[in-house]
């Protein structure tokens, strides 16, 4: 609608989308090889438009970058400092530099947006950060390298894969502990929960599987073999297509939830670490971290429409809508 402003984003690692008006885009994408942020604009829908206009330097090895609900502070978890940096992301400039435990990497908001949960790989534990004053809570000690939380709809539960000890652990929000271990998933990686919340979905690096886990009793009730590794996953707005990288292959797959078949693999970039797309769910994005792009899926057409030349190791996709 003309006159009309309306804001994108990308929770989750490595890029940000952002719609302004007149349709213009910015993504913000964590270089994590040379320690930079690259920033692509493009004025218009058609992604072919789109580059990147200003790199920016920041601290060791951004992992993921996330924007808060309201679109006004960036989040990136840098896993090389122990830090998380929080910026302003109409300026650019760095607000606040967050001292966290041992190697942050993933990072995500709580349904209501009071908080943010960052998971420390190696010190293992999961910090929460209060969103209003953007400082520390509490840290709760996990296990066993705990990567990508996932919080359910309710928000009373927070999943975290931990990748060596073939589990996901259940972390109870009101209690702020550990109170299950679901398992063996071989290398669990993200998990997701369906919109009801009572399914979460699994992507594994351990095998072709991808687990499917009974939320009500934390249990998982099957496992589909997919035909290749995978990654990253999203699950896309009318519920029943998840999107699924696959790193070894370097392919996205399409999976139907509902008759639980592959419908489609896409072709992407070199070792596409995540897949997030944005709300209306016309484009997917992948950060191929072995190509040093972005590729931009038009999820009608199931295929790729645009690469975008970004910095060394890009990271995964965060989004965030206004």
Known sequence: MAGRTV?????????????????AAKLYVTNM????????????????????????????????????PDGKRLYVTMA???????????????????????KPTHIIFSPDASSAYVSLETSQELAI????TTSVVTKIPVGLEPHVPAASPDG?????????????????????????????IPVPHVPLFSASGNTAYVTGRGSNDLTFIDVPTRKIIMRVDLGFNSHGLDLAPDGRQLFISSEAANLVGVFDTQSHTLTAKIPVGTFPHLVKLN????????????????????????AVVATIKVGNGPGGIAILEQ
Not at 53 to 64: A, D, E, F, N, R
């Open 7 to 23: 804001r994108f984003g990308f929770l989750l690692i490595g890029l940000i989308f952002v719609a302004a008006q007149a349709q």
């Open 33 to 68: 090889s040379e320690n930079t942020l690259s920033i692509i604009e493009g004025a218009g829908k058609d992604p072919k438009s789109w580059k990147v206009t200003k790199t920016i330097p920041v601290g060791k090895m951004p992992h993921v970058p996330v924007l808060s």
């Open 80 to 102: 090389g400092s122990d830090e998380v940096w929080v910026f302003d992301p109409a300026t650019n400039k760095v607000l606040k530099k967050i001292s966290l435990g041992v």
């Open 129 to 132: 950060i209060d969103a209003a």
């Open 156 to 184: 009373k539960l927070i999943f975290i894969g931990g990748g060596p000890g073939n589990v996901v652990f259940v972390i109870d929000r009101q209690k702020a502990q550990v109170v299950d271990k679901i398992g063996p």
């Open 279 to 302: 709300r209306d769910g016309r484009f997917a994005f992948t950060t191929n971290m072995k190509a040093n792009t972005v590729s931009v899926i038009d999820v009608g057409q199931k």
